[in-house]
């Protein structure tokens, strides 16, 4: 399946050119909050959309049970249910103490990285 990048090249911008946040209100405009509503709606549908989506992939995966590959009557690979990727992971809380490592090492090489910004429509 071919996967559309859904974002577009001005909330890409916007991300970058206002990554910081200030304190205050913007008020909107008629235009505006016409468009924060219409947004609303479009979530609301996506909502919908999404859980219908999960029913039909119910009903294909419950058809493929623990089989990789459903195809059509002729041959064509119409959908793939393969394992998911491994991950690794490491305990350090147990890695610490084996090796007694101290609170003020791991606070002298531990970074803190903020997230972007969250966007949030609110319901009105």
Not at 9 to 32: F, H, M, S
Not at 53 to 64: D, E, P, Q
Not at 78 to 91: F, Q, R
Request: proline share 1%.
């Amino acid at each position: 399946m071919k996967h559309i990048d859904t974002t577009c090249e001005e909330e890409t911008k916007a991300r970058a050119d206002y990554k910081d946040v200030e304190p205050g209100e913007v008020v909107a405009d008629e235009k505006l909050e016409a468009t924060v509503r219409e947004l609303l709606a479009l979530r609301h549908k996506m909502d919908d959309d999404a859980l219908a989506a999960s029913r039909m992939k119910a009903v294909i995966m419950n058809a493929m049970k623990k089989k990789d590959t459903l195809k059509s009557k002729s041959g064509v690979v119409l959908a793939t249910w393969v394992l998911g990727s491994e991950s690794k992971t490491v305990d350090y809380k147990a890695v610490f103490k084996k090796y007694k490592v101290k609170q003020e090492d791991i606070d002298a090489n531990t970074k803190i990285k903020r997230a972007s910004r969250t966007f949030s429509i609110e319901e009105v």
